[in-house]
């Protein structure tokens, strides 16, 4: 077994303690007021408020590893219910507004929940019978709420009589976060202080230019929940050790405005918001057409020249130049529209199209890919400002190992599953002894799931998923995720599913964006209307043409679907067809569309 030494803080108390002391009148949150207006809250004002809850849960007997749970988005109470109880030797446990009642109840039983915060009266109504069916717990509070069961109601009892925070060790338990899973009830990740504190300090030094001038200037707009360990490391945490700021996101609809409100230095973020954003400038610019279109397909094609030709240590004086008039003209109202003051963004959960993060660097706003799990805390590999390389998830973070073990895939392949060493591994799942063992290697190490490989230098590839690839009918593996990665660069595919098991073929279920689609319609003369559309041959037909075409020459020929079904809904959280994080549950849509995916095999 590996054993590590820590660097301080090496828990989240004394991470606050130090930071709300050094940074007092700096500002810390900001939150979107009934105006549209951003209104910023400072350390000192979170840490007195921190302190009354603090002192609150004591008197309501929190103690060392009680459980205090919140559900809640993204808000400044919830890092005040969160340092609070860390401050008592307890456990937080997190849980997303958007979520099953049933999910909730799961948790709140299995973690053990002895106090819980919810954001608003809606939530209570929902949960107010829990204590009658869940022993432990005692306590519910409502944090937009007046009155003897509000949030405000605890924190004066707090201020009355205060108590001194307790600091706990590296290896307490900080959290239990529940992977929501793509099957099956989800799983208690016991994340200890050390995990989150040694990964945020080593995460801060992937992006020392984010931190200069003694974290003044650091300022981010926080989209990632933080009930997620990605939003918390790799932003929450790390903007609070070095005294940044962050406004929060309204939702996310509104991320694109947002930003232009809050100017965020740095975005930490998933590859669908780029995605997204990316799909939106080529629709804006095939709609306007014209100049703008042909300024910014020149300055796209001279910075795809220009970096091909620095790579092989050679420039070109027109290429220059006319990459020089697409940035001042095109490029330049982009970066404008992003808030003009972005220096790049890491990004996770999923892999960044090399084609997008390409785009993103060519213009001036690097996005850096990573690469983790829950159970590291998450960060395992990143992408350094200062060395990386595009396709890749980064090399292995300070104090992490990666190793990949071949034996779990085909004979002769070139790759292995990842497993990953470090002080970031979670101290094992909730309650369950079996799952613990089974992703844990006898030396320590946490078996991921994840097909991976190295290269020369140490940057980790993930080159698919274990459970998620199989085997088509002719004996030849199939990753899905890749080919689906790709048809989403298409701009109007918003998203896809490719299945295949057993099969003589790959199938394809698409939902097409349909905001692009409908643009299509009009200029075609057909019905505004999407379950119509999507139904119609002809539509199929131009998805199935598009599709095919620009997968070949990347994909094998048996790889590409051979045909498709087009969806009028997009996977969702709210249709259960998504995690949490995003991850596609294909079990569940195969399933829900089991019958037209049969249909197409006829």
Not at 2 to 21: G, M
Not at 289 to 315: D, Q, S, Y
Not at 471 to 491: D, M, Q, S
């Amino acid at each position: 077994m590996h054993t590590w030494t820590l660097d301080k803080p090496d828990n989240l108390v004394d991470w606050w303690e130090q930071s709300a002391s050094k940074f007092a009148d700096r500002r810390l949150f900001g939150t979107k007021n009934k105006n549209g207006v951003y209104e910023w809250i400072t350390y000192r004002e979170i840490d007195v408020r921190i302190k009354n809850l603090r002192a609150g849960l004591a008197q309501l007997g929190v103690d060392k590893d009680d459980a205090v749970g919140i559900i809640a988005n993204n808000r400044f109470e919830w890092p005040v219910c969160a340092f609070a109880t860390w401050g008592r030797l307890a456990r937080f446990v997190p849980m997303y507004e958007a979520e099953l009642v049933k999910i909730w109840k799961y948790i709140i039983a299995d973690s053990q929940t002895k106090v819980l915060f919810v954001s608003k009266p809606e939530i209570y109504e929902k949960i107010k019978d829990f204590p009658k069916e869940i022993g432990t717990l005692k306590h519910i509070f409502v944090i937009d709420a007046e009155g003897e069961n509000s949030m405000a109601a605890l924190e004066k009892k707090g201020a009355a009589k205060p108590v001194a925070p307790q600091i706990p060790t590296p290896d307490d338990i900080a959290e239990l976060i529940y992977t929501s899973g793509t099957t099956g009830n989800p799983k208690g990740v016991l994340l200890s202080h050390g995990n989150f504190s040694s990964n945020s300090l080593a995460g801060c030094k992937m992006y020392p230019e984010l931190f200069k001038n003694d974290g003044k200037d650091a300022l981010t707009l926080a989209i990632l929940p933080w009930a997620h360990s990605y939003g918390q490391s790799g932003e929450l945490f790390a903007v609070i050790l070095k005294g940044g700021a962050m406004g929060l996101v309204e939702s996310p609809q509104t991320i694109v405005n947002d930003i232009v409100a809050v100017k965020p230095t740095w975005l930490v973020a998933v590859p669908r918001v780029f995605n997204r954003i990316y799909d939106g400038l080529w629709t804006k610019m095939n709609k306007e057409g014209g100049l703008p279109k042909t300024l910014f397909v020149m300055g796209v094609n001279a910075a795809k020249r220009k970096r091909e030709l620095a790579a092989e240590g050679k420039t070109c004086l027109m290429t220059n130049l006319k990459f020089k008039i697409a940035d001042k003209i095109v490029f330049q109202k982009i970066r404008e529209r992003l808030g003009g003051r972005l220096q790049g963004s890491m990004t996770a959960s999923a892999a960044m199209n090399p084609e997008i993060a390409n785009f993103f660097f060519d213009i001036g706003i690097p996005v850096y890919d990573c690469y983790g799990l829950t159970e590291t805390s998450p960060a395992a590999a990143m992408n350094a400002s200062f060395d990386y390389r595009l396709g890749s998830v980064g090399k292995a973070i300070e104090k992490v190992k990666i190793v990949i073990d071949p034996s779990v895939v085909e004979e002769g392949a070139t790759d292995g599953e990842v497993i990953i060493y470090g002080p970031n591994v979670m101290k094992g799942y909730h309650n369950r002894p079996e799952d613990t063992k089974a992703i844990m290697t006898p030396d320590g190490g946490l078996r991921t799931g994840d097909r991976g490989r190295l290269d020369k230098d140490g940057f980790l590839f993930i080159t698919g998923r274990i459970k998620e690839q199989y085997k088509l009918e002719n004996g030849k593996f199939v990753f899905p995720v890749a080919l689906e990665e790709e048809i989403c660069l298409i701009h109007f595919v918003q998203q896809a599913l490719i299945y295949g098991l057993n099969r003589p073929y790959n199938v394809c279920l698409v939902v097409p964006d349909f905001e692009v689609l409908l643009e299509y319609a009009k200029e075609k003369g057909l019905p505004q209307d999407i379950k119509t559309l999507v139904k119609r041959q002809d539509i199929i037909d131009m998805f199935s043409e598009e599709i095919t075409k620009h997968l070949k020459g990347k994909f094998g020929g048996y790889e590409i679907p051979k045909k498709f079904l087009l969806l009028d809904e997009p996977f969702s959280l709210d249709n259960g067809t998504l995690t949490q994080t995003m991850k596609l549950k294909r079990n569940v849509v195969l399933k829900m569309f089991n019958d037209q995916i049969e249909a197409l095999y006829k």
